[in-house]
């Protein structure tokens, strides 16, 4: 069950959430670091999510900032750290836009 939040928006404007869930061909750097030619840019953020904490990556003295290792920096533009509210920004710069 969706958050109401979340309903209103995707009613408001269902192709907000087609932007999320549709598959998109991933460039290069991404491919390698997802492993797979296609994702959503949902399933992006949550491999991405999952990769950081699995390795311990957030910070043990403020859970807000992430230090990258040197693969997650190779698709967060060689940031060494990185704030939690930043990660959907730089997963997004990777995935192009749709032509209107």
Sequence with gaps: MLPQRMKKAVIDNPKKLANLIDLVNLPSPLRD???????????????VW????TNNLQDPNNK??????????????????????????????????EPK
């Design 33 to 47: 670091f997802v492993g797979q030619s296609q994702i959503s840019r949902l399933g992006c953020f949550m491999r």
């Design 50 to 53: 999952s990769y950081i904490k």
């Design 64 to 97: 807000n900032v992430v230090n990258c290792d040197e693969k997650l920096k190779c698709i967060l533009l060689g940031k060494p750290r990185v704030e939690l509210a930043e990660l959907p920004a730089l997963i997004k710069l990777h995935f192009p836009k």
